[in-house]
């Protein structure tokens, strides 16, 4: 792992600034730090995270993982998707037509729509306006 920043389990007092780079991404607030993984700096302060959420058989999403903009291209999301494949195994997910890249550098594929859990991805594309400009893309990393 880099030295830059090192990983852990969220805390209930690193809900604040997770919550913000959630926001500034227009997604949720996050139900609390269950299943959420921080990368942290040298100061122990988060600078990005990935939460899991299973499906009914067991199978984990990523859902969500965002790494605060000015740390962007430091490895932290690598690093978390490589944590998170430690803790869970198989990963899946809905991909952002921007993030596509990112995935499938990391070795991610498409997958079809008829196989993704929606609720577990936390995703309702059919009935989202933006669906057109997002060009979501379901995609897993299989286990190893
Ligand atoms: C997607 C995101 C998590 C990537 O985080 P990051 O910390 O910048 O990623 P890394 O630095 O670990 O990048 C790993 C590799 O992916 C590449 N990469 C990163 N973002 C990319 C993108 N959007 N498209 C193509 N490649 C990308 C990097 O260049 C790097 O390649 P390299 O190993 O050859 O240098 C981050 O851009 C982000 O938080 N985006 C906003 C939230 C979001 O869209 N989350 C995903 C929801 S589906």
Redesign the pocket.
């Known amino acids: 792992m880099s030295e830059l920043f090192s990983i852990r389990d969220a805390r209930a007092d690193d809900m604040g600034l997770i919550d913000a780079y959630a926001q500034a991404?227009g997604m949720d607030v996050m139900p609390g730090p269950e299943r959420i993984r921080v990368a942290v700096n040298d100061d122990d302060v988060a600078v990005?995270f990935c939460r899991l959420q299973d499906d009914e058989g067991g199978i984990a999403y990523v859902n969500?993982?965002?790494?605060y903009a000015p740390?962007?291209?430091?490895?932290?999301?690598?690093?978390l998707i490589e944590d998170a494949r430690t803790i869970a195994g198989e990963l899946r997910?809905v991909?952002?037509g921007?993030?596509e890249?990112?995935y499938r550098?990391l070795g991610f594929e498409p997958m079809p729509w008829n196989e993704v859990d929606l609720k577990a991805a936390s995703e309702d594309c059919d009935n989202c306006p933006y669906r057109a400009d997002c060009g979501p893309v379901p995609m897993r990393l299989r286990n190893k």
């Not at 740390?71 to 690093?79: D, I, K, L, N, T």
């Open positions: 991404e990005g969500p993982i965002v790494t740390w962007r291209g430091y490895g932290v999301g690598r690093a997910l991909s952002r921007t993030s890249g990112f550098k």
